[in-house]
């Protein structure tokens, strides 16, 4: 349960800055606007779940390796 917490936290965090990285660089490339916040979303809802589906993998191989 803590690394599904943890992967929503960093997910959020990752995914944020995910979005600010992609619409920082899209800016220099498109002109329309939706555009630009459509593919940054798109980026920032990716990066989410990979960081959430790390987290639920880390936590899974955790549960099952005893130290």
Do not use: C, P, W
């Amino acid at each position: 349960m803590l690394f599904i917490f943890l992967g929503i936290i960093f997910g959020f965090l990752g995914s944020l800055a995910a979005f600010f990285i992609t619409y920082e660089e899209y800016q220099h490339h498109f002109s329309d606007k939706k555009k630009i916040l459509r593919h940054s979303a798109e980026t920032g809802i990716f990066a989410f779940f990979i960081f959430l589906a790390i987290a639920v993998l880390v936590g899974v191989i955790f549960n099952y390796v005893k130290f």
